[in-house]
């Protein structure tokens, strides 16, 4: 009876020992996995894709001044009417209104605008001016003329008619040029942008595997990626146009850049 509680309780003993051996095993197999999936390398990479545009953008001002506030905006609505029909021979995508106003003019004396001290004013000096202004003065007074104007945004794919856009509306009656820009089109925008997305990927992927490779590493693949896309016009200014004559406007685009940024986190064995 002894010798059979004996032989029991050794195989017992064997059978927890075995248990207990098989379980250290698989941590350790669980732990070195777990390990191995946190190995990550992490990268940043830009990518580019350059080109000549294919969209102008020309926005033009006029304005009109008057006593009269309503024969101001009448004269306002002649002169865009005049601006609206010039264009008309041209390749124009799209034409619209971005800013209209009307407000009434205001004059201000010279002998009533305050004295503005510099750093190197003296104390008297400013003391001796300030008392010289009426008491009485109104810096700013209306001079009974209202002024009515209006922007206006011109898009176009012809970039070869964009100096003969701004001599038609200037000799309609167009006061001011605002701005003269190149960029891209939608579907030119979304090209440039895949291509910049390709060569900033290309770029992670060389620089993994560089650094992969110098600490005898593995990648196993990619856990997560970032993105981050910039563009960047770069818009042409023109003074305002004072003087009408034969030569045309000239207008030379430059090329537009479009930038992908990406960080990739790649895994590793």
């Known amino acids: 009876m002894d010798n059979h509680f004996i032989i029991l309780i050794s195989i017992i003993t064997f059978g927890f020992i075995l248990l207990v051996l098989f379980a250290v095993n698989n941590f350790t197999v669980l732990g070195s996995n777990f390990k191995n999936n ?21 926005v033009l001002s006029a304005k009109v001044d008057d006593p009269s506030p ?19 021979n041209f390749n124009v995508e799209s034409i619209q209104t971005t ?23 003296p104390p008297s000096e400013v003391v001796l001016n300030l008392s010289l202004i009426p008491v009485n003065c109104r810096p700013c007074i209306a001079n009974g003329t209202y002024e009515a104007s209006e922007e206006i945004t011109i898009k176009t794919l012809n970039l070869s008619s964009g100096g003969g856009i701004i001599d038609a509306a200037v000799n309609a009656g167009a006061n001011n040029v605002e701005r003269v820009s190149f960029g891209f089109s939608d579907n030119k925008s979304n090209q440039l942008s895949l291509q ?58 430059g090329n537009q850049t479009v930038t992908a940024n990406v960080e990739v986190v790649f895994s590793t064995s």
């Open 38 to 58: 946190s190995n990550t390398i992490s990268v940043s990479a830009t990518g580019t894709a350059s080109s000549a545009p294919d969209e102008l953008t020309i």
């Open 196 to 253: 910049a997305l390709n060569d900033s990927l290309l770029k992670a992927k060389q620089k993994a595997s560089t650094i992969a490779s110098t600490l005898n590493l593995k990648i196993t693949g990619v856990q997560n990626v970032y993105l981050n896309n910039y563009y960047y016009p770069q818009p042409l200014v023109f003074a305002t146009p004072t003087i009408k004559n034969s030569v045309e406007t000239s207008i030379i685009p």
């Open 99 to 121: 800013s209209y106003n009307l407000y009434q003019n205001t004059y201000c004396p010279p002998e009533c605008q305050p004295f503005q001290p510099t750093s190197s004013s």
């Open 70 to 88: 309503q024969k101001a905006v009448s004269g306002l609505a002649v002169i865009t009417n005049k601006i609206l029909n010039s264009l008309k």
